[in-house]
T-cell receptor, first 113, second 112 residues
């Protein structure tokens, strides 16, 4: 079955450590996204990529980095510069020819100890 | 600037009662409208979408929504809810196919 796979589902990190969240899709979608979800704030866009080897900052990119070396993969690194990284992170994708309907992974919950 | 406002942060309702989750949007250009549902500790999944045509759209699990252009609203309704409908619901608009703006979410709590 086609879909988006995020890993790990749960992750604990000590302050000052970088951590990378994986996102892989086999839907042959062009665009991929990373969102951050905090209670009561909806989803906020961190980064997005419309094509391989290209990506753009979203609304809250500070303290995060991404890469898009393959169409299927869009990993997110939460760096030590991110002041409040504890959150639920969601990866999504969509096709260029579509309406913008997003397909989501199951999410990764990051807790900083 | 575009924005999405979900007017209720929480909606408690008894099982088998009707429910309406309200969504208003602001945009100077044409948009596509969506409702997504999120169950605890999971990703979002599409409930329904409005792209064009009939203003009443039907989705999965018995939900429907009506697009009202004059009031810039896209309210979600279900005539009779089940316990299993307890979840968080997000209204969203997409501009030009690539950028999606989400509302803050409405937590629906169905009581027995």
């Amino acid at each position: 079955d086609g879909g988006i796979t995020q890993s790990p589902k749960y992750l604990f990190r000590k302050e000052g450590q970088n951590v990378t969240l994986s996102c892989e899709q086999n839907l042959n979608h062009d665009a991929m996204y990373w969102y951050r979800q905090d209670p009561g704030q909806g989803l906020r866009l961190i980064y997005y990529s419309q094509i391989v080897n290209d990506f753009q900052k979203g609304d809250i990119a500070e303290g995060y980095s991404v890469s898009r070396e393959k169409k299927e993969s869009f990993p997110l690194t939460v760096t030590s510069a991110q002041k409040n990284p504890t959150a639920f992170y969601l990866c999504a994708s969509t096709t260029k020819q579509g309406s913008g309907e997003l397909f989501f992974g199951e999410g990764s919950r990051l807790t900083v100890l | 600037a575009q924005s999405v406002t979900q007017l209720d942060s929480q909606v408690p309702v008894f099982e088998e009662a009707p429910v309406e989750l309200r969504c208003n949007y602001s945009s100077s250009v044409s948009v596509y409208l969506f409702w997504y549902v999120q169950y605890p500790n999971q990703g979002l999944q599409l409930l329904l979408k409005y792209l064009s045509g009939s203003t009443l759209v039907k989705g999965i699990n018995g939900f429907e929504a009506e697009f009202n252009k004059s009031q810039t609203s896209f309210h979600l309704r279900k005539p009779s809810v089940h316990i299993s409908d307890t979840a968080e619901y997000f209204c969203a608009v997409t501009l030009g196919g690539f950028k999606t703006i989400f509302g803050a979410g409405t937590r629906l709590f169905v009581k027995a």
